[in-house]
């Protein structure tokens, strides 16, 4: 059977992303915490090419998403978890050890779910929290810890299991796939945009937490909030 050239170019990106997860497991594994943050970061980026180059391509394949769930729940699940659980979670016995694996189990689940409601779901909106979102927000969260020895180690445990309990709710997440933008809104966008690249420069583990943060919280306010209304509108 022949196959063509243009399939493997998403594919090699999604091995890259699921070969990135195993190295940052790998260094969580040695005491290299910073080193196993950065491998999640490319995991990150390898993640974003591969289904975009498919889209690019035409050559989105029943292959290419089972081999990219796979990947993800190594990158963005096994991977955090267990710079989660190295760096923080193994001072704190089976507590530590059931945090991180529930977060891969939500991050399972995740996955699994979006995999058979993706055509049923508005494109504009992610139904729960995406994995590679959590992912980064756990693992910069973790680097937060560790780079100025905050002490907030039981929180960032409950944080993590916060995260996998929203990766598997109903809150909606703004998926960005589809912006409409009219010339004033274009500029204003690229400020915003110029701005928060600034700030990743000159911070950006920081940065990055906050924005994510923000982000992964959003959804649950949002849900919150609208939860509310429907209460008042039925008084």
Do not use: C
């Not at 760096?87 to 996955?111: C, K, W």
């Not at 911070?203 to 939860?227: C, H, N, W």
Request: proline residues 3%.
């Amino acid at each position: 059977m022949k196959v063509k050239f243009a399939y493997l170019i998403p594919n090699f990106f999604t091995a890259l992303s699921v070969f990135f997860g195993v190295m940052s497991i790998i260094a969580s594994s040695q005491g290299k915490y910073e080193k196993a943050f950065v491998y999640i970061m490319f995991s990150l980026i390898a993640d974003g090419l591969d289904g975009r180059l498919a889209r690019l391509t035409n050559t989105t394949s029943k292959f290419g998403v089972e081999f990219d769930s796979l990947a993800d729940i190594v990158a963005f699940g096994v991977a955090p978890a267990m710079l989660l659980f190295f760096a923080i979670g193994e001072h704190y016995g089976r507590f530590g050890a059931l945090v991180s694996g529930l977060y891969v189990v939500f991050g399972a689940i995740r996955l699994a779910r979006f995999n058979v409601t993706t055509n049923e779901n508005d494109p504009g909106y992610f139904i729960g929290l995406p994995i590679p979102t959590a992912a980064v927000v756990l693992a910069s969260w973790v680097m937060l810890d560790v780079s100025y020895n905050s002490g907030f180690d039981v929180f960032i445990l409950i944080g993590a299991l916060l995260l996998g309990l929203i990766m598997v709710s109903n809150f909606r997440y703004p998926s960005f796939k589809k912006i409409d933008l009219n010339k004033n809104v274009a500029l204003k966008v690229l400020i915003i945009i110029i701005i928060i690249a600034s700030f990743i420069y000159l911070y950006p583990v920081e940065a990055l937490s906050a924005l994510l943060t923000a982000y992964a919280f959003y959804g649950v306010f949002r849900g919150i909030k609208g939860y509310m209304k429907v209460i008042k509108s039925k008084r």
